[in-house]
């Protein structure tokens, strides 16, 4: 039985208490690389229970021994960046440079933040006669998609042991080989037993009986809208926190004034950022009437420069979906796209040339996309873009805003100002100004159908404390 057909309970690797084994494939040419164990609820319960028992300990330690066994951590991790980059590029189909540069080195930094922000004064608050304390809230289920497979695992990880609180993590049956190598280094960075726990498995089963678990305090989810809403209904049961990071169906707004090839070969990137399945891709392009046209052959020429390709090789840019249902989806909403009236201008549902194997799809381009059309509403989470015409500043706000997730944008602007205010009157969790940067320090989180709470930055630890007033 190899590493990854193990699971991590209490400070060691385990055998599940079942014998079945699910298996993991290469989306760039369907081949089986690996087994992992489909963990079970007993499983679960071992997990749970060893993180219940550490909780007292570590949830007592200071803030100072808590940073640097997240700094060991953080060490250990980034030695590891390259074997987890090729290990993502394999099971997620993400073009190596991608998968070195942002999926194997952004978890290095969510590491980093969360122990510089232990390392910063948090002075209690003083309201009157009561001091305002913040506490660790317990035992954290951490449950992660595929599409980030080890970021979206270190964002929920590095936040709650910052916060005190203990944690079971369930990665993506999908890609989990990157969690993995993150629990090889957990096991030798030498946290106390049962602090960090790993369980592998199907939502349905493991998923779902962490958040069901009694002794579950708080329980980290990203995924589908429809898997959050049955994880927050699950949880309520024991009236039991729930953050939620969820879709997206972001828009970039190019204001009539802004360069619009620059906004464009800057959008088109963020819609295609791996294989376009990233929540906060910017999948409508917002452009002013009169400049449509113009704005379709830019997005189309930026486009055709995504050339389908093995992941591995340096130069690719646009790598597989992640698996033959994925695939699927994305080409049914290609061809709805078609039957109800947008032009589609570069691109297809057809597996592009040459690929007979793997799951590829030609980089998707759209114009004169209606607003209310179903390509312009739900999230496809393949490389499809959508170009909708706006007439002004007004009706491009109301068409952003036209959605039922709200968690990522930009808008362009020569007048800074003018882009800014636009911006505030998103309805949206985080939005780019003139292709402002990623800050890690800033909480990530959306509106409506985004999600529930925040993740990074200080808000992101304090999604792991419960409030404690003490009257003096």
Known sequence: MSRYEELYIDGQWTSSTGTDRISVHNPADESQIAQISEGTVEDVDRAVAAAR???????????????????????LLAERVEDIGTTI??????????????????????????????????PEEHVGNTLVVREAAGVVAAIAPWNYPLHQVTCKLAPALAAGCTVVVKPSEVAPLSVHKLFEAIDEAGFPRGVVNLVTGYGPVVGEALAMHPDVDVVSFTGSVRAGSRVAELAARSIKRVTLELGGKSANVVLDDADLETAIKVGVANAFLNGGQTCTAWTRLLVPQSRHDEALELAVKFAQGFVPGDPLDPKTKLGPLVSASQLGRVRDFIEIGVKEGATLATGGADAPTGMDKGHFIAPTVFGGVDPDSTIAQEEIFGPVLSVIPFRDDADALAIANNSKYGLHGAVWSADQDRALEFARGVRTGQIDVNGGAYNPRAPFGGFKQSGIGREMGRPGIDEFTEIKSIQL
Do not use: M, Y
């Not at 028992?53 to 953080?74: K, N, V, Y």
């Not at 998968?99 to 194997?104: D, K, M, N």
């Open 89 to 122: 590029a394999t099971d997620v189909g993400t073009p190596l440079r991608i998968a070195s540069r942002i999926q194997a080195s952004l978890p290095v930094t969510d590491l980093e933040v969360n122990a510089a922000l232990l390392r910063e004064d948090h």
């Open 53 to 75: 028992a550490a909780f007292g300990g570590w949830s007592r330690t200071s803030r100072s021994e808590r940073a640097d066994l997240i700094e060991r951590l953080q060490k």
